[in-house]
């Protein structure tokens, strides 16, 4: 699979996935006429756009996107807070697998601070391949065997948080984003023995580390490691 990463953080998240055969976009949390620039206008190549919760650095472009005729799947309550509805806006369910193209794509719930936030497990069947993907959100309860490739949070590590955040941001940080510490955890618990690349997505402006980060990642996997 081909993932080119358009924006990640809190300022914007998009992301475009490739199999070959189906090209979809993972999040669009950047302003449409980005996206345009992204995909040089070209956009009959976009079968679909996931969304995983309703913040607007993940949902920024979903009606603009929507008007030119591209469909946009996530959850009911994701919708609902979006004030979106119409042909183009595709209810999914957590653990109701369904098909964009070539792509099959299976949703999860996830820990967030908002209605019904997912994550994706996508399968290719044009290359056999398995990607994970994951964001805002502090813990996964599910395990997930075989995967080729993971786009996760990594936000902050307990090492780098800054000393001088207020109380009721770091709360809000602990509970609703994944530290380097959790990711770690979430890897070990998993099989990593398909894991070829990993993409370290949506890190804090203030309380990451890329280097710390990627060292630490590589050093437990050995798999490739692409800080977005």
Do not use: W
Request: with cysteine.
């Amino acid at each position: 699979m081909k993932i080119d990463v358009y924006a990640s953080g809190s300022g914007g998240n998009c992301y475009r996935l490739s199999d070959g055969a189906t090209t979809i976009l993972l999040e669009c949390g950047i302003p449409c006429k980005q996206i345009m620039k992204k995909i040089r206008f070209e956009i009959r190549s976009i079968a679909g756009v996931l969304l995983s919760h309703n913040h607007m650095d993940h949902a920024k472009a979903a009606k603009d996107l929507a008007g030119f005729g591209i469909d946009i799947y996530s959850g009911e309550e994701t919708f609902k807070a979006l004030g979106l509805s119409g042909y183009h806006f595709k209810v999914v369910r957590a653990l109701q697998s369904f098909d964009i193209g070539t792509l099959n794509i299976f949703p999860f719930d996830v820990q967030h601070d908002v209605p019904e936030p997912l994550g994706y497990l996508i399968t290719s069947r044009t290359t056999g391949e398995r990607l994970l993907f994951f964001t805002d959100t502090y813990y996964i309860k599910y395990r997930f065997p075989n995967v080729d490739i993971i786009m996760g949070e990594v936000n902050y590590s307990l090492d780098t948080i800054d000393e001088d955040i207020c109380q009721s941001r770091r709360n809000r940080l602990m509970e609703s984003h994944m530290s380097l510490e959790h990711f770690k955890e979430f890897l070990k618990a998993n099989d990593l023995s398909q894991l070829k690349r990993i993409y370290l997505l949506h890190l804090s402006d203030d309380n990451s580390s890329e280097e710390f980060f990627k060292r630490e990642i590589q050093k437990l996997t050995g798999a490739e490691v692409t800080v977005c």
